[in-house]
């Protein structure tokens, strides 16, 4: 395993960095919010349990630490997580990055821009670097349909990319172009 791949993140660990990065909490509101009916869970939902694994992971990774504890409503204590400067940093980065593939678009591409707004991030950024890059998957698709127009699956992937260019132009950050 190449040091890229074990450094990378899961989705669900990327929504839980995005949700501290928005303000610090315990575990227990981060699950709250990754439920399938919470706001960033509409999008990537997780059990608790996988969301307590997320934060051990992002701990052990040194991009969340505790900042505090309260009472918890059951008796014992929550401890309350933030992101370390490096988890920040880490999180700067994804949010700006295009996402690579179309398969991907519709859970990779939608997380980052809700997170985008609850982190209250600029989108126009992600925004026209992910419309550069399905403009060029777009292109490439067209010039495959080309030689072989009867290729299903490249027929999917061109409608994808087309879909994909219609929905970057009716976001926000595309209409200041």
């Known amino acids: 395993m190449s040091r890229g791949q074990r450094d990378a993140l899961l989705l669900g660990e990327w929504a839980c960095l995005g949700i501290l990065a928005a303000g610090p909490a315990h575990g227990y509101d981060v699950a ?9 869970g509409r999008v990537w939902s997780l059990s608790r349990a996988l969301t307590y694994r997320a934060l ?4 052990g990774r040194g991009y969340v630490e505790p900042v505090g504890v ?6 014992g204590e929550r ?25 991907d678009l519709r859970s990779e591409l939608v997380l980052k821009l809700v997170l985008c707004g609850v982190c209250q991030v600029d989108t126009a950024p992600l925004v026209a670097a992910q419309r550069a890059h399905a403009e060029d998957m777009a292109a490439a ?9 009867a290729d299903v699956v490249v027929l999917w ?4 990319a087309q879909a994909a260019l219609r929905f970057l132009d009716h976001l926000p950050a595309a209409q200041g172009r």
Do not use: F, N, Y
Request: glycine fraction near 8%.
């Open 70 to 75: 309260e009472p918890g409503l059951a008796g």
């Open 79 to 103: 401890t309350i997580l933030a992101p370390t400067p490096a988890g920040r940093a880490q999180l700067r980065r994804w949010l700006a990055e295009p996402v690579l593939h179309l398969r």
């Open 32 to 40: 709250a919010r990754l439920k399938p009916g919470g706001d960033i």
């Open 56 to 59: 051990d992971q992002l701990t």
């Open 157 to 160: 992937r061109h409608e994808a």
């Open 141 to 149: 698709l067209e010039a495959q349909m080309a030689t072989d127009p």
